[in-house]
Nanobody, 129 residues
């Protein structure tokens, strides 16, 4: 089992920034491709970003490309999502996720939730206009 705990959500005005953090415990963190998803009320959970175990490869949804930056620290077992230039449409519950062993970042981006083995409990991000 891999336990994931998110933090850093909150309320911010449009144009502002937030940094989400995900702390992992349990199994060997650096074996996993990690990602962030989000789910707005009445909508399906959608891919936001993914990062390879080495941190050399990152992938982003078109809607956040250029505004969000994903990073990880394998020594600390953390993965962080820096969110800049936030928009009201970024409002959602954000989930940290660990991909199934052996998959690539493109698998998380293309297959979405079906590529995920472990989920955090979610942290709320609200962007006011």
């Amino acid at each position: 089992q891999l336990q994931l705990v998110e933090s850093g959500g909150g309320l911010v005005q449009a144009g502002g920034s937030l940094r989400l953090s995900c702390a992992a415990s349990g199994r060997t963190f650096n074996q996993y491709v990690m990602g962030w998803f989000r789910q707005a009320p009445g909508k399906e959970r959608e891919f936001v970003a993914a990062i390879s175990w080495s941190a050399l490869t990152t992938r982003y949804a078109d809607s956040v490309e250029g505004r969000f930056v994903l990073s990880r620290d394998n020594a600390k077992n953390t993965v962080d999502l820096q969110m800049n230039s936030l928009k009201p449409e970024d409002t959602a519950l954000y989930y940290c996720a660990a991909g199934r062993l052996g998959i690539q970042t493109r698998d998380i981006m293309n297959r979405g939730t079906s590529a995920i083995d472990y989920w955090g409990q979610g942290t709320q991000v609200t962007v006011s206009s």
